[in-house]
């Protein structure tokens, strides 16, 4: 893995596909005269913060004492210690003299308020020459990309959240990364966490007592335990109710559970991959999901693109699938292939396969019956095709991405695939052009063609 520069993570700025946390984190100044200064803080060292210059943090507010509070790392936590300061240490209105701290919290000095931050790092692996991994199946750049990464990680025990839409495949790629991992001998274990009624996900989660609750009626694992010795995949971490989040917290914070009813904590030895459907960073900005446990989780970041940004992709996986479901040698026809290319895919690769599936079932002969298994266009659909039945951003992102191929195709059919003519005539740069090319599959093609 290589990454290429680092930044303090700003739950507002777009992410990269892909992040990981550094060791250590940074503490970054968001109100008060000395706000936007930020310090490194790794492992190995402490910081001082006050007004004196010898401190490895300056602060010029005139209410912070000279030496007024330092930062320890011990026994793999952070911790603030005040110096016996004049206005004190505040950590959400309290005034404290030590206290251990996550990423995510926020703590006053004077009329400072300082944030610990992780020191987050863009990864940009070098694709893979591989065009799959395990199950998943994939030429384009990003999908090699994203396989690269994922034989990276998997042989660390690093927690990771997964992003995507529904259908990406989140859970083909947990459970990759547990098959190429120390772990594959041990259990993978997948919790959907929007699937468990409120009431009982603590215990389905954690385990409980015999007598805990009314139909307690025997002692029960949780999830975690069933996960011991291999790795817990958390489905739809997005959906879980915040008041339940700070149990998942400190589970992942003293990798031990304590089941309901019980006054003892029992350690487990898991690794933890969540997925979501979700911007979380938009659900912590509206309070729905804590920012500590976003951090917590969000070690290791991985952004499956959707379907429609997959450029070269579909023919592949329509072939793989044909493979997959076809007991003869059935044949999409080109028209059939563009069809499936205007699609908009909002299921992503599980819809994809469950066309072809479909299609397979309903043919007859060797031909495929795509319009019956892609279903009829709703007639009082708009005219220039707008989807009004996706989100806005789906919709619209839809419909310039038909506006792109057509165009780049017929540009480059005129110009008979010279790049540096076409980029001229578009009036766009050479280097954007031929990212385009790529994503809707025109690298291939020749001159005459």
């Known amino acids: 893995?290589?990454?290429?520069?680092?930044?303090?993570?700003?739950?507002?700025?777009?992410?990269?596909?892909?992040?990981?946390?550094?060791?250590?984190?940074?503490?970054?100044?968001?109100?008060?005269?000395?706000?936007?200064?930020?310090?490194?803080?790794?492992?190995?060292?402490?910081?001082?913060?006050?007004?004196?210059?010898?401190?490895?943090?300056?602060?010029?507010?005139?209410a912070v004492s000279r030496r007024h509070l330092t930062a320890v790392h011990e026994n793999?936590?952070?911790?603030?210690?005040?110096?016996?300061?004049?206005?004190g240490t505040y950590v959400q209105d309290t005034r404290i003299k030590e206290i251990e701290i996550g990423y995510g919290a926020e703590f006053t000095l004077g009329r400072t308020v300082i944030k610990y931050l992780p020191d987050e790092e863009v990864v940009e692996p070098e694709p893979s020459e591989q065009p799959s991994f395990g199950q998943l199946i994939g030429?384009?750049?990003?999908?090699?990309?994203?396989?690269?990464?994922?034989?990276?990680?998997?042989?660390?025990?690093?927690?990771?959240?997964?992003e995507?839409?529904?259908?990406?495949?989140?859970?083909?790629?947990?459970?990759?990364?547990?098959?190429?991992?120390?772990?594959?001998?041990?259990?993978?274990?997948?919790?959907?966490?929007?699937?468990?009624?409120?009431?009982?996900?603590?215990?389905?989660?954690?385990?409980?007592?015999?007598g805990s609750?009314?139909?307690?009626?025997?002692?029960?694992?949780?999830?975690?335990?069933?996960?011991?010795?291999?790795?817990?995949?958390?489905?739809?971490?997005?959906?879980?109710?915040?008041?339940?989040?700070?149990?998942?917290?400190?589970?992942?914070?003293?990798?031990?559970?304590?089941?309901?009813?019980?006054?003892?904590?029992?350690?487990?030895?898991?690794?933890?991959?969540?997925?979501?459907?979700r911007d979380l960073r938009e659900?912590?900005?509206?309070?729905?999901?804590?920012?500590?446990?976003?951090y917590r989780l969000a070690v290791i970041r991985l952004s499956v693109p959707p379907l429609r940004e997959r450029g070269t992709d579909l023919p592949v996986l329509v072939d793989h699938f044909l493979r997959q479901f076809a007991d003869r040698n059935l044949q999409i026809t080109p028209e059939d292939l563009e069809k499936l290319r205007r699609h908009s895919w909002p299921g992503n690769?599980?819809?994809?396969?469950?066309?072809?599936?479909?299609?397979?079932?309903?043919s007859q002969g060797r031909?495929?019956?795509?319009?019956?298994?892609?279903g009829s266009e709703d007639p009082g659909s708009p005219a220039i095709g707008v989807r009004t039945d996706l989100p806005f951003k789906e919709a619209k992102g839809q419909l310039v991405e038909t506006f792109e191929r057509e165009y780049v195709e017929d540009l480059m059919r005129r110009h008979r695939m010279n790049l540096s003519s076409a980029a001229r005539e578009a009036q766009i740069d050479r280097k954007h052009l031929r990212e385009l090319i790529r994503k809707y599959g025109l690298e291939g093609r020749r001159e005459d063609e």
Do not use: W
């Not at 100044?29 to 310090?39: F, H, K, L």
């Not at 793999?76 to 206005?87: C, E, F, K, W």
């Not at 083909?172 to 409120?198: K, M, Q, T, W, Y």
């Open 1 to 62: 893995m290589q990454g290429e520069r680092s930044q303090v993570t700003a739950l507002l700025d777009e992410l990269p596909a892909f992040s990981r946390q550094r060791q250590g984190g940074i503490f970054l100044v968001i109100n008060g005269p000395d706000r936007g200064e930020s310090i490194p803080f790794h492992e190995e060292r402490s910081i001082t913060f006050g007004s004196s210059p010898s401190c490895e943090m300056t602060l010029t507010d005139k």
């Open 139 to 162: 030429g384009d750049t990003q999908m090699r990309q994203l396989f690269k990464l994922m034989q990276d990680i998997a042989a660390t025990d690093a927690t990771c959240l997964i």
């Open 349 to 362: 690769v599980r819809e994809l396969r469950n066309v072809i599936e479909r299609a397979s079932l309903l």
């Open 76 to 87: 793999g936590a952070t911790y603030l210690v005040d110096q016996n300061s004049t206005n």
């Open 283 to 294: 659900e912590v900005g509206k309070k729905n999901f804590r920012e500590d446990l976003y």
């Open 164 to 210: 995507g839409e529904t259908g990406t495949g989140k859970e083909l790629i947990a459970e990759e990364i547990h098959n190429h991992s120390s772990r594959r001998g041990g259990p993978f274990i997948v919790f959907d966490c929007g699937s468990v009624p409120r009431e009982l996900i603590e215990s389905a989660l954690f385990g409980h007592t015999k």
């Open 213 to 277: 609750f009314t139909g307690a009626v025997t002692d029960r694992k949780g999830a975690f335990a069933e996960a011991h010795g291999g790795t817990i995949f958390l489905d739809e971490i997005g959906e879980m109710a915040p008041d339940l989040q700070p149990s998942l917290l400190r589970v992942l914070d003293k990798k031990a559970v304590r089941k309901v009813g019980s006054n003892q904590y029992e350690s487990i030895d898991v690794r933890v991959v969540a997925a979501t459907n």
């Open 367 to 374: 031909q495929l019956n795509i319009d019956e298994a892609l």
